[in-house]
């Protein structure tokens, strides 16, 4: 199964071990990586493959976010958003609960606010948490 969008015409994304707990991914022409926190058996050189999963998460809620300011007259100054996530304390392993905090620039009025939150809260990989997925595990 290859991933295809519209917009951008995606390639498969290409992960290759490096070293220890750490591996390399490739999105296009970009490189990520991805190791394990020190207790986990990593090196802790690069965020984990949990982590990278929030940032996503996050960084699309900014991306809808932002467009929504854009759309809106609002510069985009300032726009932040962070996340924090709990783990499943049974298993399977999994993310238990994410908590998304978007902070819009001061010149935003509170009274937009519901709007703001409305659109930030349909991005994609928010959508695709909503409809899971199906996902295909191939051996070759």
């Given amino acids: 199964m290859t991933a295809r969008n519209a917009d951008i015409g995606l390639d498969p994304i290409d992960v290759r071990f490096r070293a220890g707990e750490a591996y390399e991914i490739r999105v296009r022409d970009h490189l990520l990586l991805t190791d394990q926190p020190v207790d986990a058996g990593g090196a802790d050189t690069a965020p984990s493959p949990t982590e990278l999963f929030a ?81 295909e595990v191939d051996i070759e």
Avoid: K
């Fill in 55 to 135: 940032a996503s998460l996050a960084s699309c809620v900014a991306y809808y976010a932002g467009r929504y300011l854009s759309r809106h007259g609002h510069d985009r100054a300032g726009l932040r958003v962070t996340a924090s996530f709990e783990m499943a304390t049974d298993r399977p392993a999994r993310v238990a609960a994410i908590r998304i905090t978007v902070r819009p620039p001061t010149d935003l009025p509170a009274d937009r606010w519901p709007a703001l939150r409305a659109v930030a809260s349909h991005c994609t990989v928010h959508n695709t948490l909503l409809s899971t997925p199906q996902i």
